[in-house]
């Protein structure tokens, strides 16, 4: 590991030292602008409707209940007749506000005719030395059998929200 040399404390410029933060006072009265206040003339929102199947032919796509909303000012539909993931944006709408575009998004019908997932294991000889749902193996003998288990605690946190309507 390398020797870092600090230099001494009075000759330090930043280390140590008082640093003012130009927006400071701004976020901490909370009056600073963040994206999420700025609302600009003649701004839209959008939300979006996707796909609960991970593979599925649209049969069709009714948006007329959300077009007909007051204060919708487009609505997309996807003109594919596949869906290939759940999660797959099939519509979106943008209205004059959030609220507006939250309920236009749940007035979009979408039926869907689910399909045979895409992976298909063709040669279940490809997947012999492999655990199957039937058989999961015994946790506590592959432990014993590992070289080197570990034992930890992991914690994750939500670090982006994505507001999304399955339909």
């Known amino acids: 590991m390398a020797k870092v040399e600090w ?7 930043l280390i140590g030292k008082r640093i ?6 701004l976020k901490a009265t909370g009056a600073a602008k963040y994206s999420y ?6 701004m839209l ?3 979006v409707v996707t796909s609960p199947h991970p593979h ?3 049969i069709g796509i009714d948006t007329s209940a959300a077009e007909a909303l007051p204060g919708v000012k487009g609505v997309w539909r996807d003109t594919e007749k596949e869906v290939r993931y759940a999660g797959e944006i099939v519509a979106a ?24 997932h895409q992976v298909v294991d063709t040669d279940p ?10 058989d999961q193996g015994n946790v506590d003998e592959a432990f014993a059998k590992a070289e080197s288990p570990a034992n ?6 939500r670090i982006a929200a994505w507001n999304r309507t399955a339909r």
């Open 7 to 13: 230099p001494a404390a009075d000759k330090r410029s």
């Open 20 to 25: 003012d933060r130009i927006d400071g006072p």
């Open 37 to 42: 206040d700025i609302n600009r003339p003649g």
């Open 45 to 47: 929102w959008a939300k």
């Open 56 to 58: 599925a032919e649209i």
């Open 93 to 116: 709408v943008a209205a004059v506000t959030e609220e507006i575009a939250e309920e236009a998004a749940r007035l979009v019908k979408v039926q869907y005719k689910p399909l045979e």
């Open 125 to 134: 000889s490809l997947s012999k030395d492999k655990a199957s749902k039937k």
């Open 152 to 157: 930890m605690a992991c914690r994750s946190s």
